[in-house]
């Protein structure tokens, strides 16, 4: 008898198992509001899925954890994700060399953070040609800063001559910048290739006797050094360096743990660029690409509010990269907006105040020491006042 109860109490599990199999699988709710991913799948329309998915999500190449590539492609996802209609796929990288060949080559890649610098490294080490021809740029971002984090015992960039000094994964933007500035500055270090939080350690373990890293400030990894026996090393704006670079200054307010109160480090920055591939104009790339640049562009002012990254104020959409081609729907967006070239209204405003200071500079100077100077003064006023999104023409304002 409790052997027929038994065999009766099976028989009704596996009933009751195989009519619950029977029933449709219910997923839970996306969080992107109305997406029909699920509904698609439930329905076994994958080919449809499939292709909704792939017409509208826009990928974007990023860096290494910890920098501030990852924060931008966040940051680009949170503010622009709209359902159906526009989705931002951020990806982690391995840095700026390693994102244009991404670009490139790497299937269903749409965009990438690259650093200005990458294209003449890769050239000149005989890596690429004629990459200028290839890429397009939807906007310039904002500037990286150069950190070299050693103990304090190291008072300059040259007392690291024959040290150990790492620079980041080969092919990242940090390994590229580091190598062309240590070159320039006649500055022959033992370079080391080591994944930042790694070289972190073994710096305070005495192992290595720099770090270089190269990011927006405040970086989060540099952020998060708290250890007395550290300091950032000031590096001067070399003539050798003022061809691609720009002076910068860390302050107390970036670094609190690595710089004393009132006082800054001086260094150098190198702009970063979101570039892509240029595309046909009948491709579904392109197509792609403009429908980003509508979305960007449109919302680009809450980029520059909190919680998002602070290096979005000094990003100003109309900005010329020297040397690249911009996408022209990115052009396209910039006229009919009426956004003016804020690089001459910029310069403009270097010339009525530099002119009016005694001393500084005379109407005929020389071009290359003006341009400096410019630079100079331009990468100040970007880290004490934002950059406005847009800047509306004046009659006075020259084309750039």
Not at 23 to 47: C, F, H, M, N, Y
Not at 123 to 131: D, S, Y
Not at 309 to 316: A, Y
Not at 350 to 359: C, E, M, W
Request: a neutral charge.
């Amino acid at each position: 008898m409790r052997r027929r109860l038994g065999r009766v109490a099976f028989a009704i599990m596996m009933t009751c198992a195989l009519e619950a199999r029977a029933q449709p699988i219910v997923l839970e709710p996306t969080a992107r509001i109305g997406s029909d991913g699920p509904k698609a799948i439930q329905q076994g329309a994958a080919a449809e899925a499939r292709q909704a998915l792939n017409a509208n999500t826009v990928t974007v190449m990023t860096g290494t954890i910890g920098g501030t590539y990852v924060q931008f492609g966040a940051d680009l996802a949170t503010v622009l994700d709209d359902g159906n209609q526009l989705r931002i796929l951020p990806v982690v990288g391995q840095g700026s060399v390693q994102n244009v060949e991404d670009i490139l080559y790497l299937q269903g890649v749409d965009l990438g953070i690259v650093r200005a610098d990458t294209f003449d490294y890769m050239e000149k080490k005989g890596l690429a040609r004629n990459l200028r021809k290839q890429f397009t740029y939807v906007t310039k971002l904002y500037h990286e800063e150069m950190n070299v984090v050693a103990p304090k015992s190291i008072r300059s960039l040259r007392e690291l001559d024959g040290k150990s000094v790492s620079i980041d994964l080969p092919n990242g933007g940090t390994f590229v910048t580091a190598q062309i500035v240590f070159e320039r500055l006649g500055i022959r270090p033992k370079f080391v290739y080591l994944e930042q939080r790694i070289a972190l350690e073994k710096l305070k373990g005495g192992e290595l006797d720099a770090v270089v890293s190269v990011q927006g400030k405040p970086s989060p990894m540099i952020s998060q050094i708290n250890d007395d026996r550290l300091h950032l090393v000031p590096i001067n704006y070399d003539d050798s360096l003022q061809s691609d670079y720009l002076p910068a200054s860390l302050t107390a307010k970036d670094y609190p743990n690595l710089i004393p109160d009132q006082e800054q480090v001086d260094t150098i920055a190198v702009p970063s660029v979101l570039a892509a591939y240029n595309w046909p104009p009948t491709s579904a790339r392109y197509r792609k690409l403009a429908m980003f640049v509508d979305a960007f562009f449109t919302k680009f002012p809450a980029f520059q509010n909190p919680p998002f990254h602070p290096k979005w104020n000094e990003v100003s959409l109309s900005a010329p990269v020297p040397g690249w081609r911009r996408f022209v729907p990115a052009q396209q967006w910039l006229d009919s907006h009426k956004v003016a070239p804020v690089a001459r209204v910029r310069f403009d405003e270097f010339l009525k105040q530099d002119l009016a200071t005694p001393g500084r500079l005379t109407p005929d100077a020389d071009g290359d020491d003006l341009f400096n100077k410019f630079k100079a003064w331009e990468a100040e006023q970007s880290t004490r006042d934002p950059a406005p999104p847009v800047r509306k023409r004046q009659s006075s304002t020259l084309p750039y």
